[in-house]
């Protein structure tokens, strides 16, 4: 069964479930918005492929979402946002925003030092985008990146809270012991639900505190200073969001709980065809 959609919605696109957690917060900032949320489940993770191949699988799952008439793209996937946020902008003819100025508007809110250490996929991190947009702000911050491979999946398979979270995180985060830092940007979707094994590791490294920073919420700021300004803001409560992926719905349905704190009815199976995706009507 096909839904019937808002031309009015917003966009928001993740390699998976992971960009609920931006969802979320857009959610709750932007109450009266509908959204259409596609998670390209098929294909992920992002984090672990080539610059060619992420902005190819973005860029087909973009215009997939803007055939459901979006009135602004958001790319909540961070591995995304650090790849083919340009690309993505040049190619549609409505407003996309992406997860790293957010993020990179955040961190530097929170530090006071200006020694940052930024973690992400190992996809993120090699492209270098939060330390250059942190440095075109901000020259004298020092920027520490750090790949972490094992969060994506230790968080997919539920074990956020598991003893083993723990130690994982302390084997990367040790990197950071002589830095000095005192701010982390979680620069993943799935990062926000390792916050606690995060904040226990750091209070243990460091004898300072540091603070923990994720982008959600400064992009759904974002989001509604861009509705605002392109006078998109819905004044009352439009349609249902509706939320589509390319493999697995009822997996889907069942990490949702996790990653958006709220249970999904229905979630839409889409097809991928010659470099398309399509509804199953
Ligand atoms: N959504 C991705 C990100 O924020 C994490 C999952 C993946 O590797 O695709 O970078």
Do not use: W
Request: aromatic share 8%.
């Amino acid at each position: 069964m096909s839904r019937k959609v808002s031309t009015e919605a917003i966009g928001v696109f993740d390699s998976g479930v992971g960009g609920l957690t931006v969802l979320r917060a857009l959610k709750e900032l932007l109450p009266q918005e509908s959204f259409i949320y596609f998670g390209d489940t098929a294909r992920v993770p992002y984090g672990t492929k080539g610059a060619d191949t992420i902005i190819r699988y973005a860029s087909e799952s973009a215009m997939f979402l803007l055939e459901q008439k979006i009135k602004m793209l958001v790319i909540a996937c961070n591995t995304v946002s650090a790849y083919a946020l340009e690309s993505l902008q040049k190619k549609m003819n409505i407003p996309v925003i992406g997860v790293i100025e957010p993020g990179v508007d955040s961190i530097l809110a929170a530090s006071k030092t200006k020694k940052i250490a930024v973690l992400g996929t190992t996809a993120t991190i090699k492209s270098g985008a939060y330390e250059k947009q942190i440095k075109a702000i901000c020259p004298e911050a020092s920027v520490y990146s750090l790949p972490c491979p094992l969060f994506v999946p230790l968080v997919e398979e539920k074990m956020g809270q598991h003893r083993l979270a723990r130690s994982v995180v302390e084997e990367y985060l040790i990197a950071l012991k002589n830095t000095n830092i005192d701010a982390v940007l979680l620069g993943c979707t799935h990062y926000p639900l390792l916050r606690s094994a995060i904040e226990e590791v750091l209070n243990k490294v460091f004898s300072h505190s540091v603070t923990i920073v994720d982008s959600a919420n400064t992009c759904a700021t974002y989001v509604r200073r861009l509705l605002e300004k392109n006078e998109l803001i819905l004044p009352k409560p439009s349609n249902p969001s509706a939320y589509f992926v390319s493999d697995d719905p009822e997996k889907f349905k069942e990490m949702a709980n996790l990653f958006l704190q709220n249970s999904l009815d229905q979630v839409e199976l889409v097809q991928h065809k010659e470099n398309t995706f399509f509804k199953i009507i």
